[in-house]
């Protein structure tokens, strides 16, 4: 078993920043890369980014490249998510979620990440 608790979402104007935490606890071995997964109102979920238990592998949805940073401390069991210029469309639930597969290929596909946290509300103004 695998708990993700993820904090950090809040209110901020367009072209603002912030940054996304999100705690890993449990199994150690119960997992391969951590994400963070989105859903907007009346949306689909959607992962935005992705990054290996171990080594520098990462993944980013294409709208994001270039604005928001994955980055892992793994003293602390935090991955962390800054999200720089942000747009109203970035407005969404943002979830922390794990998955068993260290193969980059799969981090783009919602349904493989099987273990979630509860979400943060991240809501950008125009």
């Known amino acids: 078993q695998v708990q993700l608790v993820e904090s950090g979402g809040g209110l901020v104007q367009r072209g603002g920043s912030l940054t996304l935490s999100c705690v890993v606890s449990?199994?150690?071995?119960?997992?391969?890369?951590v994400g963070w997964i989105r859903q907007a109102p009346g949306k689909e979920r959607e992962a935005v980014s992705t990054?290996?238990?171990?080594?520098?592998?990462?993944f980013y949805k294409d709208s994001v490249k270039g604005r928001f940073a994955i980055s892992r401390d793994n003293t602390e069991n935090t991955v962390y998510l800054r999200m720089n210029n942000l747009a109203p469309e970035d407005t969404a639930i943002y979830y922390c979620a794990a998955a068993p597969y260290s193969d980059r290929m799969w981090w783009s596909r919602v349904q493989s990440y099987n273990y979630w946290g509860q979400g943060t509300q991240v809501t950008v103004s125009s």
């Open positions: 990054i290996g238990k171990i080594g520098s592998t990462t």
């Open positions: 449990g199994s150690f071995n119960d997992y391969n890369a």
